[in-house]
């Protein structure tokens, strides 16, 4: 009796998946629209709730679909403005280099910063995690933690200060 319940259960997932309907354009509008930090922090997390509230969406797989979505979006979107900090790190780095050579790297210092910011990140969602107890809920709150944590370095280093 356990396997044919086993083999419908691993059955369920995919149709569970094609359940899920999500999609950037809440997130992304959102962005376009926003002109201060703190209405562009708001965008995090749009799209994964239009998703979670969407048939299918509901479920802990959805809701891990959903969220694993919108952190797909935010982390290339960190990517993006990580690329785009370290060009205009460089450049300043060689200006600096030709007047002031003592100066700290400013290239140097947004890698070592961008990678302590992800191992404080991988804590802090994990520390989330723990709280769930090892229940099913773990899951999503940690791809939620990753993804607003995630969101907001994006929004940070595609800031200018």
């Not at 300043?92 to 400013?106: H, I, N, S, T, V």
């Not at 804590?123 to 229940?135: L, P, T, V």
């Amino acid at each position: 009796m356990r396997a044919p319940l086993l083999a419908l259960a691993l059955l369920a997932g995919p149709a569970a998946a094609e359940d899920i309907t999500y999609s950037n354009n809440a997130t992304a509008t959102c962005l376009a629209g926003a002109e201060e930090f703190a209405d562009k922090r708001a965008c995090i997390g749009l799209s994964a709730n239009l998703c979670m509230d969407a048939p299918g969406g509901y479920s802990t797989y959805g809701m891990g679909g959903c969220l694993d979505g919108e952190l797909t979006f935010w982390d290339s979107l960190l990517n993006e403005n990580y690329r785009a900090r370290m060009v205009q790190a460089k450049s300043a780095d060689e200006d600096a280099a030709m007047y002031q050579p003592e100066l700290p790297k400013q290239a140097e210092a947004l890698r070592d910063m961008q990678r302590a910011w992800i191992t404080f990140r991988d804590a802090a969602c994990d520390y989330e995690r723990s709280q769930w107890g090892g229940g099913t809920g773990g899951g999503p709150a940690t791809l939620m933690c990753l993804m607003r944590m995630t969101g907001e370095q994006a929004l940070l280093l595609g800031s200018t200060y």
